[in-house]
């Protein structure tokens, strides 16, 4: 998979320098670039903001060094309407779709993503307008709050999206189990010692009956969910929730 990110603060981005997605980029899985819009500035300051039209607070970013930045990613000669294969804008924004795990698999199966990180009070409004003749547009949200640029936001969404790529994740069962793998929450973990400042591991974990341990570990999940964030649960049939669910 092939990753654009554009910032004014590249230096945000360097953390997809470490981990696993810094490993993935080494093996070649994940192919990120991160690109710094004050390149495609076109005066010798740089400058990549001005003031907004009809006032207001804050500055706004100047169309035309994101269209040449945008434009730098775009295959030769790409032009017209954006088709299927086009590559997919997105746009980190509290106003956006508000990022999940459905929507990082559904990411996960692109080829190639570019990441828009605005600053200030946003991007010149008609610079979606024109990048929706070359790139499927998606404005991203994290969710319900406002952070001072996207460039955070990129590393969360490179993170759950990247790992979801195969041969990110070492053993694929991992990805398997998490929470919201399934549309519940982790069931807890527990390592040695078996006892430990007076409390005890659950017994159920202690033997080898994994019939057991996984209606246990799934009652757990359940728990947890209800607990924790019941609107995950609403929706979902008895029938939907397995047989082991209803012994609890
Ligand atoms: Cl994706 N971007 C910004 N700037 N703020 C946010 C966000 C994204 N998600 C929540 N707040």
Not at 2 to 8: H, L
Not at 164 to 181: A, D, F, Q, W, Y
Request: hydrophobic letters at 40%; charged letters at 25%; one cysteine or more.
């Amino acid at each position: 998979m092939r990753i654009d990110v554009f910032s004014i603060f590249p230096e945000y981005l360097q953390a997809l320098d470490l981990s696993l997605i810094g490993k993935a980029r080494q093996k070649g899985l994940l192919e990120i670039a991160v690109r710094d819009v004050r390149d495609y500035a076109l005066d010798k300051h740089r400058s990549v903001d001005d003031t907004p039209y009809g006032g207001g607070a804050g500055m706004v970013m100047k169309p035309e060094p994101w269209a040449l930045a945008l434009e730098s990613v775009l295959p030769q000669g790409a032009e017209g309407q954006a088709g299927e294969d086009a590559p997919l804008l997105i746009v980190p924004s509290p106003a956006g779709r508000v990022f999940d795990q459905s929507l990082a698999y559904e990411l996960a199966e692109e080829r190639h993503l570019v990441f828009a990180c605005g600053r200030y009070e946003g991007i010149d409004e008609r610079v979606y307008d024109w990048a929706g003749a070359h790139f499927r547009v998606m404005p991203v949200s994290l969710g319900d709050y406002v952070l001072n640029g996207g460039e955070v936001a990129v590393l969360a969404m490179v993170e759950a999206i990247g790992r979801l790529v195969p041969g990110v994740v070492g053993n694929p069962m991992s990805l398997v189990e998490e929470s919201h793998s399934d549309g519940l929450l982790e069931y807890p973990v527990y390592t040695k010692p078996a006892s430990w400042r007076g409390m005890d591991v659950p017994d159920v974990l202690l033997g080898g009956n994994h019939a057991a341990i996984e209606a246990h570990r799934r009652a757990e999940q359940l728990r947890r969910t209800a607990s924790r964030r019941p609107e995950l649960l609403e929706g979902r049939s008895a029938a939907d929730l397995s047989r082991a669910d209803l012994a609890v």
